[in-house]
């Protein structure tokens, strides 16, 4: 299998929003200087997509995206917006399961 196989079949892995993410970072797809690069970043965004928030672990519910699809709160904001409210979903990040600072928490601890 070269490079340029592995890379696809890879990326028919990824979501359909990551898979465009991808073609806007290479849109003529990546040189061959490139694929090595290329090919740990998608690596990368599978181990990620793999990642679930202790929350859910504990829980037991389970996201097909990890931590980038929202599915347990799809029927909250329905019955929410349902109600005529406005519904905004903060999706937990890595790096605030993991307890590490990021932009949210530091606006809202006013530091």
Do not use: H
Request: proline fraction near 5%; charged fraction near 25%.
């Amino acid at each position: 299998m070269t490079q340029e196989q592995k890379m696809y079949e890879m990326l028919l892995e990824c979501t359909p929003s990551q898979q465009d993410f991808f073609k806007r970072l290479y849109p003529n797809m990546p040189s061959k200087k490139q694929i090595d690069n290329a090919i740990g970043q998608i690596e990368r965004t599978l181990e990620k997509n793999k990642i679930y928030t202790k929350s859910c672990k504990d829980n037991n519910i389970i996201t097909s995206n990890g931590y980038l699809d929202y599915l347990p709160y799809r029927q909250i904001e329905k019955k929410l917006q349902a109600e005529g409210f406005d519904v905004l979903i903060f999706i937990p990040s890595i790096e605030e399961d993991n307890s590490k600072i990021t932009c949210g928490n530091a606006i809202l601890s006013q530091r």
